[in-house]
């Protein structure tokens, strides 16, 4: 047949989805029920992240819990799914 077609598109920059992450925590601050023996504490709450249009954010998470009286340094670290 021998026929050409032709079609012009534009292609764009990919931007990333925008996300917004929320933490809660059921306790302000680590009450006496820390063990500074052995380096942990048990602080529960819930992280969420929703996109900009609304649609829940699938994933894990890594939190680091840091002690101002330890002098910043890490004193936890967990991953939720």
């Known amino acids: ?4 077609h032709e079609t012009g598109f534009t292609v764009e920059e990919y931007v990333l989805p ?3 992450v929320n ?3 059921d306790q302000e601050f680590l009450t006496s029920s820390w063990d ?3 380096g942990t504490a ?8 929703t996109y ?3 649609k829940s954010v699938a994933g894990k998470v890594t939190i680091t819990l840091l002690s101002k009286m330890s ?3 890490a004193i ?6």
Request: charged share 25%; glycine share 30%; net charge neutral.
């Open 1 to 4: 047949d021998g026929a050409v």
């Open 18 to 20: 925008r996300f917004e």
């Open 42 to 49: 048990t602080v529960t709450g819930k992280v969420g992240a």
């Open 76 to 81: 936890g670290k967990g991953v939720a799914g």
């Open 52 to 54: 900009t249009f609304g």
């Open 36 to 38: 500074d023996r052995e």
């Open 23 to 25: 933490i809660s925590c």
């Open 71 to 73: 002098g910043g340094g």
